[in-house]
């Protein structure tokens, strides 16, 4: 009784919305998620000694980018020593 038509829908326009919606998940993820989990990954890093061959691996390019720049680098040391509270070695 209530059956609806067949009605064809737009298939690449109802997926996910293409390639720039692609672009700004990629660009969030990598310039948003991945600096900020640079602290639970510290917090692992303490925790989990097992972790740190790994976890060495994945964030060296922003242990790279914060050797080069004293910004990046503050901003690390107070987002790792006062948001997540893991003390810096001396």
């Known amino acids: ?3 609806k ?3 064809p829908e ?3 326009d109802h997926r996910r919305g ?5 672009f ?3 660009f ?3 310039f948003v998620v991945y600096p900020l989990s640079i602290g639970p990954a510290a917090w692992l890093h303490l925790k989990a000694p097992s972790t740190r061959p790994a976890l060495e691996v994945i964030y060296a390019p922003l242990t790279a980018l ?3 720049s004293d910004p990046v680098r503050d901003v690390m ?3 790792v020593t006062k948001i997540w509270r893991i003390p810096f070695p001396q």
């Open 1 to 3: 009784m209530d059956q």
């Open 10 to 12: 737009p298939e690449a």
């Open 18 to 22: 293409g390639p720039f919606t692609l």
């Open 66 to 68: 914060s050797d080069h």
């Open 24 to 26: 700004l998940w990629v």
């Open 77 to 79: 040391l107070w987002y």
């Open 5 to 7: 038509p067949d009605v």
């Open 28 to 30: 969030f993820l990598v």
